[in-house]
């Protein structure tokens, strides 16, 4: 029997990461579920569709040829019509507007389908708002991550930095309370602790600390 792993948490709570490298300390398979919410915003705002228009993002959902690999090294790799978007699924602008696309009841549907067609088989951890919830209710293992807003923007202000994409701290802060407040007030599958997760505050543990925290839960 495979086994799962849930892991969700609000935005910049390690949860990439960790889930990244508690999959390769376990040898289990990854998957970013955010990602697929990023690519289809993203063809979204490459094809000038209102991200308001439910009704013609639904007609535009069976047009995206949507593909999710997730690589040996636990890389995810996104693709649609053929094109690799990986990089650019991570803009500012996507994560501004991919709250906005998440809440629609067909959106999720669509991106649900993606998901079950990839973690049908073997062993995986997923990561995302919902995943204990809704997409894995009988998940073996459940994780809730979170740290403390400060904590969040740092490390999202690190990641944009990277990117050349300049915002103050207070900047990054308040665009990740905003999303968060998305992601927990939305009708359908919103951001929360699965009762049976265990919850995890990793704003003074690193990245090794926290996927060791983790770790120490699961038997196999
Ligand atoms: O984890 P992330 O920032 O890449 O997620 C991007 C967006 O997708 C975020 O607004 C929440 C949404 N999301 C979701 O609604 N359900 C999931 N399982 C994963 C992500």
Known sequence: MSINIAIDGPVASGKGAVTKGLAKKLGFSALDTG????????FLLDNDIDIHDEKRILLTLNKI?????????HDLRVFTQGQDV??????NKVSLAVPVVAAYIGVREYVNRQIA???SQGNYIMEGRDIGTVVLPNAQYKFFLTASL????KRRKADLDAKGEYYSLLEVMAQIKERDE???????????????AIYIDNSNLTLEQTIDTLAKYIKL
């Open 35 to 42: 990602a697929a919410y990023r690519a289809v915003t993203l």
């Open 65 to 73: 040829d949507l593909r999710i690999f997730s690589a040996q090294n």
């Open 86 to 91: 990986t990089p650019r699924i991570r803009d």
């Open 117 to 119: 067609a990839v973690a």
């Open 150 to 153: 400060e904590v969040r923007a």
């Open 182 to 196: 998305q992601d927990i007030n939305r009708i359908i599958a919103p951001l929360k602790q699965a009762p049976d």
